[in-house]
């Protein structure tokens, strides 16, 4: 029973189409995020949402877009593809406390890769 | 803004040996929590351990242990009695600000039979 998932695992797609990846958990928690890990293996956030609000939203391109239809759902669409894109997206939820320090640990996905071609 | 650095990028230790993971950070909050993932090459990271920066403490978890130094920013991972089962990329991450982690660049551990 996998307490976040992420669909597609793998996904090959040539530039500048379109691509969306989805992140489904059901742990209960009310923030969601999305990270980023290069080829060098360096995690960094790109979005995190709580109770479907956008909290964080780093310097990335408007061609990403995140989407919370629901607290247990946060899926990241990708317009206009580019090479520089090709990473392994992770999702990951928490349970948060809004004004306080995160104090929990982060339930990661097990990330999709995306190669662009 | 947080920094976490891991001056290690790779590191090797025989099974069985004990190796440290050196994690330093920064941060300007009072109040914050540590943390070390294990990404193995199945790719899920994992959380081994944690701790409070309030308490001094210093975290288990069986065979891991950390070494938290808070005037100096410190935050070092020790692997006790190391197994084939450990090799993976370890990440330090420090949760001060809400709604994030930042991490660090990661050391790659082998651990050799």
């Known amino acids: 029973d996998t307490a976040v998932s992420q669909t597609p695992k793998y996904l090959v797609t040539q530039m500048g189409n379109d691509k969306s990846i989805k992140c489904e958990q059901n742990l209960g928690h009310d923030t969601m995020y999305w990270y980023k890990q290069d080829s060098k293996k360096f995690l960094k956030i790109m979005f995190s949402?709580?109770?479907?609000?956008?909290?964080i939203n780093e310097t990335v391109p408007n061609r990403f877009s995140p989407k919370s239809p629901d607290k247990a759902h946060l899926n990241l669409h990708i317009n206009s593809l580019e090479l520089g894109d090709s990473a392994v997206y992770f999702c990951?939820?928490?349970?948060?406390?809004?004004?306080?320090?995160?104090?929990?640990?982060?339930?990661f996905g097990e990330g999709s890769r995306l190669t662009v071609l | 803004a947080q920094t976490v650095t891991q001056s290690q990028p790779e590191m090797s230790v025989q099974e069985a040996e004990t190796v440290t993971l050196s994690c330093t950070y920064d941060?300007?909050?009072?109040?914050?929590?540590l943390f070390w993932y294990k990404q193995p090459p199945s790719r899920q990271m994992i959380l081994v351990i944690r701790?409070?920066?309030?308490?001094?403490q210093n975290a288990t978890e069986n065979r891991f242990s950390v070494n938290f130094q808070k005037a100096a920013k410190s935050f070092s991972l020790k692997i006790s009695d190391s197994q084939l089962g450990d090799t993976a990329m370890y990440f330090c991450a420090s949760g001060a600000g809400s709604y994030q982690l930042t991490f660090g660049k990661g050391t790659k551990l082998s651990v050799i039979p």
């Open positions: 701790q409070e920066a309030y308490k001094q």
């Open positions: 949402y709580n109770n479907k609000e956008l909290i």
């Open positions: 990951a939820s928490s349970h948060e406390r809004q004004g306080a320090p995160n104090t929990g640990e982060l339930f």
């Open positions: 941060t300007s909050e009072n109040n914050y929590y």
